[in-house]
């Protein structure tokens, strides 16, 4: 299958991704400019983290401008595959492409650790590799990452089982000391509606690897390659 | 923009007032009149006299960092260029330094910390190399005066603001609380890039007629002076002093970084060099002296922030995010297209001339125009007086009799545990992005860092050590134990050092105690450098750290980089499994002179610090990293701050995995308080698989080095017999809680 990497002014992590996909799972990956047009032949496009354009205003709301952008909507709304991690889950929310926002952290200080996920849904193509319920050991750096939603929205991201990866304990139980930036819900992932575009603010290239602590963050990857090919014999989301 | 604003008519007079407002002394003025053969001109004097401040030309140290061992098989470049180059094999090598940013960040903590870092990086990455890790060592106050928490969170603030944005994981660093910086802190920022061998780039500029071209931010009044600013010291005026100091663009400073490195792959380039501390200045004349040619600038083609700036403050401004280039003739369009690529202006602001002059431009008239030379290898280098002060002898004494043993043993280590400067500093790091770039192995916490260099089996590891007070009772000794116990944690991680970079922070070189500090520290960490066989490949001087006439502990810091030829096989000081052997390398001495035990439950800071052979401390080091190259031990932990009994905690309850106990027995004869919270050197904790002891003992007699079996790891409790019987979760609490605890 085919990945690109968007690479915006101000990305930090683009190369950890390409490194991860290339050297640790030998996929086909490419670094996409964000001044260029997005070309194919794709299955699916990730916004990597770091700050771009400085995060200065609002993190991610100047890189949903980048002229790429307008690409991975339309390859969004037409069905492809769209991971954004961190900052890209950030630019993904300002472009509408998921819903909710997120805003400075609650301790309102930048926070890198460990922290453990729970895999709430598995019938994504980017938690398919998980069983549900599992618990995930994955970094966390940013100082905006406190996932926020109205109500309704709220609402119908639970009804929607929208809600991918919570923040848990080491049993597995989510409290206000495992969840690291006062996250709404407790909500480290969630996806849109017809479950082909996932943020998340945990790193999972960071994880990809027993040498630096964990090798968790492999399943998102290996998921979307065991869903993408599904979809080649025919069968796209299950 | 500034074209159209009216030229400045003429330049000010140059009296005896502007002469002393500038820091030159009378004499210093009498040089550059010999030099220059005439007066200067008003731009003229300001240029010397950022060029010759402390803080650009050393003039009060050079003659003692000439002590200092710089050669080694690997050192590819040492101290003079922008930063140390070693090689760490297969074509690559790791290029690091260290750098202060001290009077900035005590004026404005985030926006000075912040420029720090930003300065320290371009120092790195102006010489070719990717910027992979970065490492900081902070000295604050007393935890209790009232700027101390001010500081500190602006200055972690600032620290990671500005190196979480540009991408560079903060993988180390060190904290400290004194009274002795209450009115002035330390911040030295460190970073260390890798290179391919063949693809490094000098400060130089070469080849006349080639371009200078000015890439980065505009030019603004920020900064200007700066240099200056950090060769006086302080007084309740220096709040004043807040212009000067620079307001950080990290998101300018990435696109900087990616387009220099992009450039760097190309064959355009002749040179480069960071406009840091006296900005375009230095930044030309520094290029032209290591050049060993002229250039010629032209002010009216740099790109200015604000209208009216005059050439003087064009020339000294200190604008962050700004680098001078050195291209070949005919590419500058090919530069061009690279940075307009990242949406940067690069723009042709002279050339590289005939001759031996540093000569400036301005709307057509020349505004300076001085000898390269007596900007650089002229400036005024000074022997200055230097003497042992009275009171030296009156706080080394320490009589032990007169110093009660406290009959509550486990309430001290709790006290001790508590002490900011012994408690985890998860607080501060956990606001550092440590996993960026996906190299780090061992996270911040550890002894030492560690990072492993992608697609080889090799690692790098990293520490920064400095005890300020031990430099106070003894400069000589304090020297030798920055450098050996920055050694000994590399050694603890499975590392052998290749080279290190330090910042010597110290009050006004114009006192002779100040020197007489300066003198026996350098001389003790050169000892130390010459017996551990580390080489010094970069670092700075900071002097003037002083208020109101009263100077900081004299502190080194060192910054040590080892290598790891199998990443895999590195260790971290934590405890593994119940049943592991507990051993101790080295040997306890009963001393307490300068240690935090003294401090914290005495309030003492008195007697010598302790003793040190460093025979033995590099057949320790050598022995532990050999016994961890072998796979032979599970962990290993430096004795440091706190002696023994807080070692032992910090193997038990330091790890991300749940405390373990131990139960240890101590056999020597001598005071209980020395046994637990003396500070000797030369110890290492280590913990080993019973199979194991016997070659591990082997190795240690084979070397020359003590060991002894104190114990076994297992329990709930850290017991050492028969003083301490203590819960680990207890333990762990206290530890890893009281920093944040007095910071909420």
Not at chain 1, 209 to 226: M, N, P, W, Y
């Amino acid at each position: 299958m085919h990945w690109g990497v968007i690479v915006f002014p101000g990305s930090c992590d683009e190369q950890d991704v390409y490194d991860c996909l290339k050297q640790g799972l030998k996929q086909q990956v490419e670094l996409l400019w964000h001044k260029d047009k997005l070309k194919g032949p794709l299955d699916c496009v990730v916004l990597p983290g770091g700050f771009s354009y400085g995060d200065y205003l609002r993190a991610g709301c100047v890189a949903r401008f980048s002229p790429i952008m307008e690409g991975v909507v339309e390859f969004a709304r037409s069905g492809g595959l769209v991971l954004g991690i961190c900052n890209g889950f950030q630019i993904l929310c300002e472009a509408g492409l998921l819903p909710g926002v997120l805003t400075r952290n609650a301790s309102l200080q930048f926070v890198c650790r460990q922290v453990t996920l729970r895999v709430e849904e598995n019938d994504t193509p980017f938690t398919r590799a998980a069983k549900k319920g599992q618990l995930l050991k994955l970094p966390v750096k940013h100082g905006e990452g406190r996932y926020y939603a109205d109500p309704e929205t709220l609402e119908a991201l639970r009804q929607n089982r929208q809600i991918l990866l919570r923040y848990v304990d080491s049993k597995g139980k989510v409290s206000p000391l495992a969840n690291p930036n006062g996250s709404l819900d407790d909500i480290a992932g969630v996806c849109n509606p017809t479950r082909n575009v996932f943020g998340l603010m945990p790193h999972p290239e960071d994880a990809a690897d027993r040498l630096l602590g964990s090798e968790d963050g492999l399943k998102i990857f290996t998921s979307v390659i065991a869903a993408c090919d599904r979809r080649e014999k025919g069968a796209w989301l299950d | 923009m500034a074209r159209l604003t009216p030229k400045p008519l003429s330049q000010p007079p140059v009296t005896p007032e502007v002469i002393a407002g500038h820091g030159l002394t009378e004499e210093e003025y009498r040089k550059i009149v010999k030099l220059l053969e005439r007066e200067p001109n008003y731009t003229e004097l300001g240029i010397f006299s950022v060029m010759w401040s402390e803080h650009c030309s050393y003039k009060s140290s050079k003659k003692y960092l000439k002590l200092f061992p710089t050669k080694g098989s690997a050192v590819i470049e040492g101290p003079g260029e922008n930063a140390g180059v070693v090689d760490i094999g297969a074509g690559q090598a790791v290029i690091f330094k260290m750098e202060s940013h001290n009077h900035p960040s005590f004026i404005e903590p985030y926006q000075g910390a912040a420029t720090g870092v930003g300065g320290i990086l371009r120092d790195v990455f102006t010489m070719g190399a990717r910027p992979i890790a970065n490492l900081n060592s902070l000295r604050f106050g007393s935890f209790d005066h009232p700027r101390t928490r001010y500081l500190l969170g602006g200055v972690v603030a600032g620290i990671g603001g500005y190196g979480n944005c540009v991408g560079v994981p903060t993988v180390g660093g060190e904290l400290f609380f004194d009274e002795s910086y209450n009115a002035n802190i330390l911040v030295n920022a460190f970073t260390l890039g890798i290179a391919k061998t063949k693809r490094i780039f000098r400060g130089r500029a070469k080849g006349i007629g080639n371009s200078l071209m000015y890439v980065g931010a505009k030019t603004g009044r920020d900064g200007i002076h700066g240099a200056t600013m950090a060769s006086e010291a302080f007084s309740e005026k220096s709040v004043e002093r807040r212009p000067t100091v620079q307001v950080g663009d990290p998101f300018m400073e990435k696109l900087l970084l990616e387009a220099c490195l992009e450039l760097v792959e190309k064959d355009y380039l002749v040179g480069m060099q960071d406009m840091g501390a006296a900005g375009l200045t230095s930044s030309t004349a520094e290029m032209a002296a290591r050049g060993g040619t002229g250039v010629e600038l032209d002010l009216s083609r740099v790109p200015l922030r604000e209208s009216g700036m005059t050439a003087y403050e064009i020339l000294l401004s200190e604008s962050q995010e700004r680098m001078l280039l050195v291209a070949k003739k005919g590419k500058e369009e090919e530069v061009k297209n690279i940075f307009a690529r990242w949406d940067l202006d690069a723009v042709v602001v002279g050339k590289v001339a005939k001759g031996h002059m540093f000569r400036v431009l301005f709307d057509g008239s020349e505004v300076a125009c001085i000898p390269v030379a007596a900007l650089t290898t002229e400036a005024p280098v000074y022997n200055r007086p230097a003497e042992r002060p009275q009171w030296h002898d009156e706080v080394q004494k320490l009589n032990l009799a007169t110093v009660k043993e406290s009959s509550d043993l486990e309430g001290d280590l709790k006290r001790l545990l508590a002490s900011p400067n012994i408690a985890s500093k998860e607080w501060v790091y956990r606001q550092y992005d440590h996993f960026v770039r996906s190299n780090t192995v061992v996270a911040p916490g550890a002894d030492a860092a560690v990072i492993r260099i992608k697609k080889t089996p090799k690692g790098i590891a990293l520490a920064v050590d400095g005890n300020g007070r031990y430099c106070y009772l003894d400069p000589y000794v304090g020297g030798i134990l920055a450098v050996a116990e920055a050694a000994r944690n590399l050694a603890c991680v499975g590392a052998r050092p290749i080279g290190l970079s330090d910042c010597l922070n110290f009050g006004s070189p114009e006192k002779p105690e100040v020197m007489w500090q300066f003198s026996r520290v350098v001389q003790g960490m050169r000892d130390a450098c010459v017996a551990l066989e580390v080489p010094v490949v970069s670092g700075n001087v900071s002097f003037y750290n002083e208020t109101d006439g009263v100077a900081i502990y004299p502190t080194p810091t060192v910054a040590m980089v080892g290598l790891l030829a199998k990443v895999e096989r590195h260790v971290t000081p934590w405890f593994k499994s119940p049943g592991d052997v507990v051993v101790l390398l080295g040997r306890s001495r009963e001393e307490l002179g300068g240690s935090e035990y003294l401090k914290v439950i005495h309030g003492l800071v008195k007697g010598i610090p302790p003793w040190i052979d460093l025979k033995l401390e590099r057949a320790v080091q050598q022995c532990c990293v050999k016994a961890i190259e072998r796979g032979l031990l599970c962990s290993a932990h430096d004795v440091s701050d706190g002696g023994l009994a807080v070692a032992l905690v910090e193997s038990c309850v330091g790890g991300p995995e749940r405390p373990l106990g131990a139960m240890i027995e101590l056999h020597e004869m001598m005071r209980a308080d020395a046994l637990l919270f003396g500070e000797s050197q030369s110890r290492i904790v280590v913990s080993v698989k019973q199979k194991n002891v016997g070659r591990l003992k082997e190795m240690a007699d084979h070397d020359g080095v003590p060991m002894q079996v104190i114990g076994e790891v297992g329990g709930s409790r850290l017991v050492i017999q028969p003083l301490i019987q203590l819960p680990v979760e207890e333990l762990k609490e206290i530890w890893s809680g009281s920093l944040a605890k007095r910071l909420q």
